[in-house]
């Protein structure tokens, strides 16, 4: 019984782990957390220290690859470095402001919409130019998609590469 007990809170911290990433949260963290503790509980046997360096290394890498797509897509669309920023704090206060009208749809979009407000007002703010400040804001929203849903597949990935190792 506590076997079936544990199998279901490991089962229970991949999904919480994907679950968080539209969130803007880092998921694959809480991945390579849940793996860590199973491997705690079983000795390292099936889930060793090498496999655990290869998933913090690949969610260190997902998470710096989200923050650069999602100014690098800005600065494609014409954002200055004002319009990177707003993008990150729109994205963060939108998803926060959207939470309570609808805790899963409602962040996720707060998060896209948040990171286009964020940049074409701090554009807008900056050069006086509804065009620019519309392309910028553009840019952001398209990095912050693309961001995530990468991570969200690199989370999959990660829970994949778990699953072949334990069972």
Do not use: C, H
């Not at 962040?107 to 896209?112: N, S, W």
């Not at 590469?161 to 069972?167: D, E, G, N, Q, S």
């Amino acid at each position: 019984m506590l076997a079936i007990i544990g199998w279901f809170f490991f089962v229970l911290g991949w999904l919480i782990g994907l679950a968080v990433i539209p969130f803007g949260l880092p998921g694959t963290f809480l991945i390579v957390a849940d793996a860590f503790v199973f491997a705690l509980l079983t000795g390292f046997k099936t889930v060793t220290w090498n496999f655990l360096a290869v998933l913090l290394g690949l969610s260190v890498l997902i998470e710096l690859v989200e923050f650069f797509l999602g100014a690098a897509a800005a600065k494609k669309y014409g954002s200055s470095k004002w319009g990177m920023w707003g993008a990150v704090s729109g994205g963060f206060f939108g998803a926060i402001l959207a939470t309570p009208f609808s805790p899963v749809l409602g962040t996720i979009l707060g998060a896209f919409l948040g990171a286009f407000i964020g940049a074409f007002v701090l554009e807008f703010i900056r050069f006086s130019d509804a065009g620019q400040a519309l392309r910028s804001g553009w840019g952001a929203f398209l990095g912050a998609v693309s961001g995530r849903f990468l991570k969200i597949i690199v989370a999959i990935a990660m829970v994949i590469m778990i699953a072949f190792r334990v069972w």
